[in-house]
């Protein structure tokens, strides 16, 4: 990322804390300087800080499947035990938007789910 970009996406970013998930090579006027720049922040990192940080949060992609997973979870606990209520709105005479629209929203998560059990079998 060229430095003006690297700028741009600093003043964007607003100094906000950042968990820097993916990083690019740094280059200033046209050659790569060596270090690496958060593409989230604009933050800059030598090669070494770079690698500490994947190590430390293994990724933080992975933090956040394994967080998003746990909420979801949470979620589907709290509908299954709502069986009386959800039965009321799905009979519902005009239907009702949140619930068709989970319905949809299930059946992609699913595939993409599958997908990625796939790619790991
Ligand atoms: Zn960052």
């Known amino acids: ?24 090579d740094e280059i200033l006027f046209g050659s790569k300087t060596g270090d690496f720049v958060c593409t989230q922040c604009g933050e800059s990192f030598t090669k070494r800080q770079r690698d500490q940080l994947n190590r430390k949060g293994a990724n933080p992609k992975l933090g956040q499947l ?9 979620r589907i606990d709290i509908l299954a035990g709502r069986k009386d209520k959800l039965d009321a709105l799905a009979n519902a005479a005009n239907g009702h938007s949140e619930l068709d629209a989970t319905l949809l929203e299930q059946l992609c998560l699913i595939k993409l789910m ?5 790619s790991t079998d």
Request: glycine share 6%; proline share 5%; with cysteine.
């Open 1 to 24: 990322m060229e430095y003006e970009e690297v700028k741009a996406l600093r003043e964007r970013w607003g100094g906000k804390p950042c968990d820097h998930p993916d990083f690019t």
């Open 114 to 118: 599958d997908e990625l059990i796939k």
């Open 66 to 74: 394994t967080e998003r997973n746990q909420m979801l979870k949470e």
